[in-house]
């Protein structure tokens, strides 16, 4: 049985019981609040392993509470699963830009939100260190100090975007990354470039990728991730 903690930040209690239940029958520890201020003060002496945290909640709303989860320290690295009641691209792009690692929609079956849990606290789990300089995720080899990539153990010549694409990507395997972010990581903030000219970029990873251009995976209406199996 997994112990991992849980806190569930959502206001309508229906949907609190709900996820506690089928979470529990897991053997998640849960913990629940009904608002981002109560989270808040949870948080000061929990430590989730995992935070589900809906939208739309009365007074600080789901978005803004993400930006300072991210943004506080003690808060910075647990993986945020955001509800949404409307399964609507825009929410889910801006709930992934201010730093959530996933995304269910509302109403959600428990079979779909305990595969999205255990998606989260797996691969949150092995997720590669940051700074690291050598990285091997399956086929992909990236030697961060010399810009350099070997895929099956054969050096690949990547441009210098589709380097910084790949190991944004690798970084966080399975997670989402909109259009946006991925502008923003490879030309750093304020650069001008189109959604379009990312998937310009990702045609020319794919290809470079050869036999495993599968693993970057298209997220309709949202974006791309990288996708091991
Ligand atoms: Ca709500």
């Not at 029958?25 to 003060?41: F, T």
């Not at 100090?145 to 694409?165: P, Q, R, W, Y």
């Not at 989402?176 to 490879?186: H, K, T």
Request: charged share 30%.
């Amino acid at each position: 049985m997994s112990k991992e903690k849980i806190l569930v930040v959502e206001d309508e209690a229906d949907i609190r019981e709900l996820m506690r239940y089928n979470l529990e029958r897991e053997g998640y520890q849960v913990s629940e609040c009904e608002s981002a201020e109560d989270a808040r003060v949870a948080l000061e002496t929990q430590s989730p392993d995992l935070i589900l945290l809906d939208l739309m909640l009365p007074g600080t709303d789901g978005f803004a509470f993400c930006r300072k989860l991210r943004a506080w320290d003690k808060t910075a690295r647990i993986p945020v699963i955001m509800v949404t009641a409307r399964n609507e691209d825009a929410d889910i792009v801006a709930g992934l830009e201010v730093g959530a690692d996933d995304y269910i929609t509302k109403p959600f079956s428990a079979r779909i939100m305990l595969a999205r849990v255990k998606a989260v606290i797996r691969r949150c789990a092995d997720e590669p260190v940051d700074g690291k300089n050598l990285i091997v995720l399956g086929p992909v080899q990236i030697d961060r100090e010399h810009h350099a990539v070997k895929i099956d153990g054969k050096d690949v010549v990547l441009t210098l975007s589709e380097f910084k694409m790949l190991d944004l990507f690798v970084r966080r395997p399975g997670v989402v990354f909109s259009r946006y972010q991925i502008v923003d990581a490879v030309h750093g903030e304020d650069y001008p470039v189109t959604d379009r000219s990312v998937d310009v970029q990702i045609v020319g990873l794919r290809r470079k990728l050869g036999d495993h251009s599968a693993m970057i995976e298209t997220v309709r209406g949202v974006g791309y991730k990288l996708n091991l199996e």
